[in-house]
């Protein structure tokens, strides 16, 4: 007698899951790279014209 295989199944919820800790994990990476390369060159994020066409009377 053969053994049967057992009937696969998808889990939804397991899924979701794991995608959501995909996404959140993709996202963290992005954030931890923009914050790096904040602390490597600050002055890159600083937009110019702020201080640059600012007038001192």
Known sequence: MENPTPPTFIDVDKG????FVALM???LM?????????????????P?????EEQIN
């Open 48 to 52: 110019t014209s702020t201080w640059e």
């Open 25 to 27: 994990s993709f996202f």
């Open 16 to 19: 979701i899951c794991i995608g």
């Open 30 to 46: 992005l954030m931890i790279v923009r914050c790096a390369n904040l602390i490597v060159d600050p002055y890159t994020a600083i």
